[in-house]
Nanobody
Framework: QVQVVESGGGLVQAGESLRLSCAASGTISRFNTMGWYRQAPGKQRVLVATITDGGTINYVDSVKGRFTISRDNAKNTMYLQMNSLKPEDTAVYYC?????????WGQGTQVTVSS
């Protein structure tokens, strides 16, 4: 089993920055992918960005150039640096860990961007 816990959400104004963290614990195998997803009120959960343990990165177009995903494999921790935040970035952000056996989700952290 792998557990993931997010932290770092909050309330900011448009144009400001936030950094989210996701700590994974448990039996963590190689060849895994961690990712950030978000769910706005009344909408489905959607992909924000993913990163493999080998460093391959994928972003949704709406965050390219503003968000940076990274991970520290030694600490089993993933980060999401969010710059130039917009009101439409307001959502609950979820961390995901996935390998050939496991698909684990965190409880989510709220990000609210005021205009």
């Amino acid at each position: 089993q792998v557990q993931v816990v997010e932290s770092g959400g909050g309330l900011v104004q448009a144009g400001e920055s936030l950094r989210l963290s996701c700590a994974a614990s448990g039996t963590i195998s190689r060849f895994n992918t961690m990712g950030w997803y978000r769910q706005a009120p009344g909408k489905q959960r959607v992909l924000v960005a993913t990163i493999t343990d080998g460093g391959t990165i994928n972003y949704v177009d709406s965050v390219k150039g503003r968000f940076t995903i990274s991970r520290d494999n030694a600490k089993n921790t993933m980060y999401l640096q969010m710059n130039s935040l917009k009101p439409e970035d307001t959502a609950v952000y979820y961390c995901n860990f996935r390998d050939f056996r496991i698909d684990s989700w965190g409880q989510g952290t709220q990000v609210t961007v005021s205009s």
